[in-house]
């Protein structure tokens, strides 16, 4: 009997001896293997099995050890007779089949309440999303850049004795003394924060947090201003608090200081890195923010994500760290890449709001386990955490230079919105494009993508995705938008202006400037040399000027380019059309690839 329950699978990342054990203790555990029954010899077992004596003989040994199994001096191996004593309802004892196993769904309709949960709240991801070729899905991460190792040996530390015994011993609602001093003594001052321990809370993730503040600064009658879309839990959590969600405008530098604000009894920002829209707020206009809330005396809650994952020089500073900061309530979660199973985050506000949330998570029952809460206390002081976060953000920003890069070179025409920390970005769709069709289609081709709400646009994450395989998957997203676009864009054959023959082009271009702006939104600027060389500059989203140098030659009526190293120095070919002082590049094709501006040195 024991033996047909047990199916081993050598591809598993556990060892034969433990799925051995595993697979008894299920079959003992739900009754399958009763009490008192003799167990095979290790001998037949291994034979059964296909595996060494040696390996069954250790997992009996084991089980032996645990209480699941005895053994009689001559006799063999037996399912403990102490296992009946635990309770344990065996198959013989269950309902009989039919009975019960259906429910009845108006019994049940009758005893439960009715709930009430947008459907995009419940939308799930595949579960297989990482076996994807090209998951450029959000809020998910490469397991490849978890720090296991680092992890296992604080896991070993914290079991000692005396730190049992330290953690252990927490109050129902306390948190743990040497969690709270690291966050302000490491975390906060690096963000220009200084606070003491009152006046954190730590809570058991953002939502919970967001919960906590709901129930104490919102509710009926109360007005909530934030950008929408926004992040779907999030929003679905405020509402349930009966306040009255307000769309807060905003444009490239973040929320707008304006009228709108003023409906608003609390704002809910994310200046680091707006979800889903990739907005970055601006200094300058985090510090108007500040100033409006002063005046108006308004509560901010400030979420600041992804603080750490900046890829170009340093983050701009919470709006807890500037003045005027002192309504300001800030947020913080662990990333998930950092602690994927803990989702542990913390809440820093002055001690009489700390109080009073903290009253608010004891009337919940739902504190951290004491057990994170040192175990996180214990990789941030043995520095690990610094050092994955470092580690993290290289990796990271090779995917964040790679999908820009691709997007740049296959999507030239539309607009990316993409922060210089974070994890997504914000991609446009042209209205002749429907988002959902697309992700459709986009799924059939191995490609994971993610639709805002009420907007035509994709939201493309990076973390979880090798950066050398970005761009083939941008190369499969382009092919399908460039084919609906196609059907209503102007093409080579239809294009307004004067098109460029060889004659024209070597007579036009020495010396041209051509001017734009890019997927990404950085302007450039190309200086076509009269030798057949070229000078690029440009000026990215964080006003870095990025340079390079590259050849021009024509080849029959086509101009042709290739940098040293945009567009990843591959030599491309374009039709060219005059319209005015607008310049058309077409491909070999005939299809619209990019327009600019063409202008000449004085």
Not at 134 to 159: H, K
């Amino acid at each position: 009997m024991a033996e047909s329950l047990i199916v081993l699978d050598p591809q598993a990342d556990k060892s034969l001896q433990a799925q051995i054990r595993e697979k008894i203790v299920q079959g003992i555990l739900s009754g399958s293997i009763p009490a008192g029954h003799k167990m095979p010899s290790s001998r037949r077992m291994a034979e059964q099995l296909g595996v060494a004596r040696n390996t069954v003989v250790l997992a009996y040994q084991q089980l032996v050890d645990d209480g699941f199994l005895a053994t009689r001096e001559r006799s063999g191996f037996y399912v403990s007779d102490a296992v009946q004593q635990q309770g344990i309802i065996s198959h013989a004892e269950a309902l009989p089949a039919g009975a019960g196993s259906e429910p009845d769904r108006a019994f049940w309709r009758e005893h439960c309440n009715p709930v009430s949960v947008s459907r995009r709240a419940l939308r799930v991801r595949p579960a297989n999303w990482l076996q994807y070729p090209y998951p450029f899905v959000s809020n998910e991460y490469d397991p490849r850049l978890f720090p296991g190792a680092e992890w296992r040996e604080c896991t070993r530390d914290i079991y000692t004795g005396r730190e049992v015994a330290q953690w252990a011993t927490l109050g129902g609602n306390e948190d743990d003394r040497q969690l709270v001093e690291q966050i302000c003594t490491r975390l906060l001052p690096r963000r220009g924060i200084y606070v003491e321990p009152g006046q954190i809370l730590l809570t058991s993730g953002l939502q919970q947090a967001c919960y906590l503040l709901g129930q104490l600064l919102l509710g009926t009658g109360r007005t909530l201003g934030m950008v929408l879309p926004g992040c779907s839990e999030t929003e679905e959590i405020f509402r349930r608090t009966g306040a009255n969600l307000h769309a807060l405008p905003q444009d490239g530098d973040g929320p707008i200081a304006g009228a709108a604000l003023q409906g608003s009894d609390c704002w809910f920002l994310q200046p680091n890195a707006h979800n889903p829209t990739a907005v970055t707020t601006s200094l300058e206009r985090r510090r108007k923010l500040l100033q409006l809330a002063h005046e108006r005396g308004t509560v901010i809650i400030e979420n600041d994500c992804e603080h750490e994952f900046c890829y170009h020089g340093s983050p701009l500073p919470p709006m807890k760290s500037l003045g005027g900061g002192e309504s300001v309530i800030y947020l913080y979660q662990f990333p998930k890449v950092i602690d994927p199973g803990m989702q542990l985050a913390f809440a820093v506000a002055p001690k009489p709001v700390i109080q009073r949330l903290r009253a608010l998570r004891y009337s919940l029952r739902e504190r951290v386990p004491a057990i994170n809460q040192r175990l996180l206390a214990k990789f941030i002081a043995s520095g690990h955490l610094d050092a994955a976060s470092f580690r993290i953000t290289q990796q990271l920003r090779e995917r964040w230079v790679a999908l820009g890069e691709a997007l740049m070179h296959h999507l030239p025409k539309l607009k990316v919105r993409r922060a210089s920390c974070g994890t997504a970005c914000w991609l446009e769709l042209p209205e002749s494009v429907s988002a959902e069709q697309l992700q459709k289609q986009a799924e059939q081709q191995g490609l994971l993508l993610e639709l805002p709400r009420e907007h035509n646009a994709l939201r493309i994450g990076y973390a979880a995705i090798e950066a050398d395989r970005i761009e083939a998957g941008v190369a499969i997203l382009a092919r399908l938008i460039n084919g609906e676009v196609s059907q209503t864009e102007e093409t080579l054959e239809t294009a307004s202006g004067r098109r460029l023959r060889a004659a024209d082009l070597q007579a036009e271009f020495p010396g041209a400037v051509l001017l734009g702006t890019n997927a990404l939104g950085e302007s450039y600027r190309v200086q076509v040399m009269a030798d057949g060389t070229m000078l690029g500059y440009a000026r990215n989203d964080v006003d870095v000027d990025e340079t390079d140098t590259g050849r021009w030659w024509l080849d029959g009526d086509m101009w042709v380019r290739q940098w040293r190293n945009w567009s990843y120095g591959r030599k491309a070919s374009f039709h060219v059309v005059i319209d005015g002082h607008l310049i058309k590049w077409f491909g070999e094709s005939g299809q619209l690839i990019d327009t600019g501006i063409l202008a000449r040195e004085d």
